[in-house]
C-alpha cells in the first residue's frame, strides 16, 4: 500500500499539489486532490474553487483537446444531497446544445468522484470586462440579444438559470490568450465585490479587448431548475439561492414557484450594469441588498449614465419591475425589443408615469403611505372634530410601529439562517474526518496532527480541533488516545490530553454527547487544561461496524464571536435595541456586555416570533442547526 503525502490516501500516483490560497478559499473542504492521470484526463493544474465545485485544466486523451474539468469539491467524500445537485448542474447544461451556451462534453464518475467536462472559453467574463468601465449603449445591446436568446433556448427545454450575472457570461477572445488565462466553474454563492464569499468564475483576463471582438457564451448551471412539474428540484425548499444584486424579489422571497420571469430580472440587472458600471442595487451589506430589491426601485440608468438613450433604458426598467407579471413575457421578447431599439424602430415598452410610481411607492410602503394620507386627513379632522382625529392618529401609529416590528422579525430571521448556513460548514469538519475515521482504521498519528493542524491554520473560525479514542480503538497497545490543538499557543502545536494536566477526556461532557448519540454543538463551558477560555464545541461521534470508537471535535474561537457580534450590530436596530445569540439552555453567545457563561433571565419565555416581555418587543428566531436562537429586544415600543 502507498500512502499519498498530499491526502493520507492509498491509491496509485500523486495528488496535485493544493497551495494556502486555494485552501482557504473552501474553508472545511475536505475532499483530498484526485491523482494527476484521471479518468480519459490528464490535469495540468487547478483554476479555481467556489463553494461546491472545483475546476482544473485538463488535457483529454480522446480527442486530444484542453478542457476544463469540473468536480465536486468534497471529492469522494461527497454527499447523495451534494451528488443529485452536481447531476442537476451537468445535465441542465449538457441538455443545452447552443452556440451561446458553454458545451458539456462529458458526464463521468470515476473512483467515487464525479465530474463533467467542459469547453475551455480562452476569454474574459463580463465582470472582468466591465472593471475597465460600462459599454457602448449598441454593444451592451447587442451582447444581451445573444444572451437572451441562449437563456430562451433553455427556457424552451424547461430549465431556468436562476443566476444570470456578468461573471456567468463569457467572452472568447478570437486571438487566443496569455498563458496566465483562466476558466473557473460553478459557484454557489455571491460575488466579493458585495462583502461575502467570492466566487470562482470562468473566464481568462485580456485587457483592452471589447465584447464585441468575441463570442459569447452564458455558463454556470449550478443553481439551474427544471420548470416541468414532474422533475425534482434540491432547490424546491422555499430558501433564496442566488447572488441577490441579481435576483428578483420572489427569488428573495424563497417562492417555490418561479418562472421565467426570475432570469428576465436578471437579464435586465446584466443590461443595468452593462450600461451603467454597477449593479441596480448596491450596499455594504446582504441584508440591506435583500431589503432594497423587496422594497426600493432601482435607480433610472440614465441618472447614473446620461448617454444612455430613453427607450433603453425603459427596457431595463421593465425587466427589473418588482411584479413579474409586468416584465417581459420571454427572454424572447426582451431580445426582440432590443433588437427594435438598435433597428431605431418604436419599442413595444412604455415608461413608467409619475402617477404609476407613486402607486408603487404606497403599495411597497402601506406604512408611510398610510401616514402621508393621515397627515393630509389631519387637516380636514382637525375643522370637523377632535374625536376622529384621535382615533385616525392612533391606527396609523399602530401601522408604523406593526411595519416596523415586521421589518425587525424579518431582520431577525436573516440573520437566523446566516448563522445557521455558516454553523453547518463548521459541523461538516468533524463530520467529514469522524466519516473518514470510520471507513479507515490505518490513519497514523503523524497524519491526524497534520490534518488538524491545516484545519485550523486555514480557518480563522476554529479554536481547536480534537480526535479521542475509546480504550484501544486507535491503536491496540495504548489504553488512552486523544490529540489536540489549539491557538493556545503561536503557532498551534498538538498535544496529548493527558492526566494530571487534563481531566480524563472520556468524563467531559463534549466526549459522552457523542458516545451516547448526542452529536452537535455543546453549551458553553471553560476547557481547563486545553484551551482555558469558555468555548463551544461540536461532536461527531466515530462509529465503526455499528460500535462506538471515539470522537471528533471542534471548538468555536473568542474570534468567531467577536464576528458574531459584529453581525448583530449590522441589524443597526437603534441605540436603545440590543441583540444577541442565544444557546438552547439560554447561555449568552453573542452581547456586547454579557459573557457567555451568563443565563438569558426568563428564557423560557421566549418563543419564535414577535412578543412583548417586560414591556419591550422582542422577537426571537430559530437557528436549526443548533437549536440556538437569535433575539432582537428594543424597549421603545410597547
Known amino acids: 500500500m502507498t500512502i499519498c503525502t498530499q491526502c493520507g490516501t492509498d491509491h496509485t500516483g500523486t495528488c496535485l499539489p493544493v497551495n494556502e490560497t486555494t485552501q482557504s478559499a473552501a474553508p472545511g473542504a475536505a475532499g483530498s486532490p484526485p491523482p494527476r492521470t484521471f479518468a480519459d484526463y490528464e490535469i495540468l493544474d487547478e483554476i479555481a474553487r467556489g463553494g461546491m465545485g472545483v475546476v482544473y485544466r485538463a488535457r483529454e486523451k480522446n480527442p486530444s483537446r484542453v478542457v476544463a474539468l469540473k468536480m465536486i469539491l468534497s471529492g469522494e467524500n461527497a454527499s447523495p444531497e451534494e451528488v443529485q445537485r452536481f447531476r442537476v448542474e451537468a445535465t441542465a447544461a449538457a441538455d443545452l446544445a447552443h452556440p451561446n451556451i458553454v458545451p458539456v ?18 476569454g474574459e467574463s463580463l465582470e472582468d470586462r466591465l472593471e475597465r468601465g460600462p459599454l457602448a449603449t449598441v454593444e451592451a445591446a447587442r451582447l444581451l440579444v445573444t444572451v437572451a436568446r441562449a437563456v430562451h433556448f433553455g427556457h424552451q427545454r424547461g430549465i431556468l438559470h436562476r443566476d444570470l450575472k456578468p461573471p456567468n457570461v463569457l467572452i472568447e477572445t478570437p486571438d487566443g490568450l496569455p498563458s496566465e488565462a483562466r476558466q473557473a466553474g460553478h459557484v454557489a454563492g455571491r460575488s466579493a ?35 416541468d412539474p414532474a422533475a425534482k428540484s434540491l432547490t424546491e425548499t422555499g430558501v433564496a439561492m442566488g447572488t441577490p444584486s441579481y435576483m428578483a424579489p420572489e427569488q428573495v422571497e424563497g417562492h417555490k414557484q418561479l418562472s421565467v420571469a426570475v432570469d428576465v430580472w436578471g437579464l435586465g440587472a446584466i443590461l443595468f450594469e452593462a450600461l451603467t458600471g454597477r449593479p441596480p442595487f448596491v450596499a455594504e451589506t446582504s441584508v440591506t441588498i435583500i431589503k432594497m430589491v423587496l422594497d426600493d426601485e432601482p435607480p433610472r440608468p440614465r441618472s447614473l449614465n446620461p448617454k444612455i438613450d430613453r427607450d433603453l433604458e425603459t427596457i431595463v426598467l421593465k425587466c427589473l419591475e418588482k411584479d413579474p407579471q409586468r416584465r417581459y413575457a420571454s427572454a424572447d421578447a426582451f431580445a426582440d425589443d432590443l433588437e427594435r431599439w438598435l433597428a431605431r424602430r418604436p419599442i413595444s415598452a412604455r415608461p413608467v408615469g409619475a402617477f404609476e410610481r407613486t402607486i408603487k411607492w404606497a403599495r411597497r410602503r402601506p406604512a408611510a403611505a398610510g401616514l402621508v394620507g393621515v397627515s393630509v386627513a389631519t ?26 416590528q415586521e421589518l425587525r ?11 445557521d448556513s455558516d454553523l453547518r460548514q463548521l459541523a461538516a469538519i468533524p463530520q467529514v474526518m469522524a466519516a473518514s475515521l470510520a471507513r479507515r482504521s490505518d490513519w497514523t498519528e503523524r497524519q491526524l496532527s497534520d490534518w488538524m493542524l491545516e484545519t485550523i491554520t486555514h480557518d480563522a473560525r476554529v479554536y481547536g480541533v480534537c480526535v479521542a479514542f475509546e480504550p484501544r480503538a486507535f491503536d491496540p497497545a495504548r489504553e488512552d488516545f ?55 464545541t461540536y461532536s461527531a461521534p466515530v462509529v465503526r461496524g455499528g460500535v462506538f470508537a471515539g470522537v471528533v471535535t471542534v471548538d468555536l474561537s473568542l474570534a468567531y464571536f467577536r464576528v458574531l457580534r459584529a453581525w448583530l450590530a449590522e441589524l443597526r436596530l437603534g441605540e436603545q435595541a440590543c441583540a444577541f445569540v442565544a444557546s438552547a439552555q439560554g447561555a449568552y453567545l453573542g452581547h456586547p456586555q454579557r459573557s457567555m457563561l451568563d443565563r438569558v433571565p426568563d428564557f423560557e419565555r421566549l418563543r419564535p416570533g414577535t412578543q412583548v416581555v417586560d414591556g419591550a418587543v422582542t422577537c426571537v428566531a430559530r437557528v436549526p442547526a443548533s437549536d440556538w436562537i437569535v433575539v432582537t429586544v428594543d424597549p421603545r415600543e410597547p
Not at 422579525?409 to 448563522?419: A, H, I, N, V
Request: glycine share 10%.
Open 105 to 122: 462534453y462529458d458526464v463521468g464518475e470515476e473512483n467515487g468522484r464525479h465530474y463533467y467536462s467542459m469547453k475551455l472559453v480562452e
Open 193 to 227: 465585490k458585495e462583502g461575502l464569499p467570492s466566487e470562482a468564475r470562468q473566464a481568462g483576463h485580456v485587457a483592452g479587448r471589447s465584447a464585441k471582438e468575441g463570442q459569447v457564451y452564458v455558463t454556470d448551471f449550478g443553481l439551474a431548475k427544471r420548470t
Open 379 to 404: 387637516v380636514l379632522i382637525v375643522a370637523l372634530g377632535g374625536a376622529w382625529f384621535a382615533v385616525r392618529t392612533e391606527r396609523a401609529r399602530r401601522a408604523a410601529v406593526d411595519a416596523r
Open 409 to 419: 422579525l424579518s431582520l431577525t430571521r436573516q440573520m437566523g439562517e446566516r448563522l
Open 482 to 536: 486523544a490529540l489536540y490543538v489549539c491557538r493556545k499557543t503561536d503557532p498551534p502545536s498538538v498535544m496529548q490530553l493527558r492526566p494530571p494536566a487534563y481531566r480524563p477526556y472520556r468524563e467531559w461532557d463534549w466526549y459522552r454527547r457523542a458516545k451516547d448519540g448526542r452529536a452537535g454543538w455543546s453549551e458553553p463551558y471553560v476547557d481547563v487544561g486545553g484551551g482555558d477560555i469558555p468555548m463551544v
